[in-house]
């Protein structure tokens, strides 16, 4: 079987690199773009470049901006009492997205997972620090994933505010919305039944 151009294979395989992509769906992202979306091959790749040049880390959350600080930090209409400490950007988008929160938010950019050779250098945890110590933030909310690195990075976060009068709180895991108890994996209903709460009797 004849193999692929070079080239041709080096793209494939950047395609193929990308989260939730596989190789036949690299295979046919890159087709398409050769054969029938050249124009639209070019400004994704003018695109790309452009957000590799001129994004980067907003000074205050760490969220990904072209601007010294990102339009919510800036956000004068925002609670800046209330900080939400989140593990990527796309977590903060889903909050957005909710529109459910109006604080400010801190993103650590992954989770404490000493093997990978992350620690809090890594996830900056010093500049989390740093907001905390300017005493303006009166709750923390955890928003760290369910898993024992998430834990560990929630519980080294406590530590951080242990000796200040801010409360801290964790988003709650469990079923979701419209979800039948049937189809709930083990591990999510333990969660749910552990984060129970007291329901009005009227």
Known sequence: MKHFSPILQDLINAFKGLPGIGVKSAQRIVFNLIQHNQEKALFLSDTIKNALENINECSNCRMYTDSDLCEICSDPQRDSAMLCVIESPA??????????FNGKYF?????????????????????????????????????????????????????????????ATRIAYGVPMGGELEYVDSSTLTQALNNRSLVSKK
């Open 91 to 100: 977590d903060m988008i889903a909050i957005e997205n909710s529109m459910s």
């Open 107 to 167: 993103v650590l950019m992954g989770k404490l997972s000493p093997l990978d050779g992350i620690g809090p250098d890594q996830l900056k945890l010093d500049m989390l620090e740093s907001i905390v110590k300017e005493g303006a933030i009166r709750e923390i909310i955890l928003a760290n994933s369910p898993t024992i690195e998430g834990e560990a990075t929630a519980s080294y976060i406590l530590g951080l505010i242990e000796n200040t009068d801010i409360e």
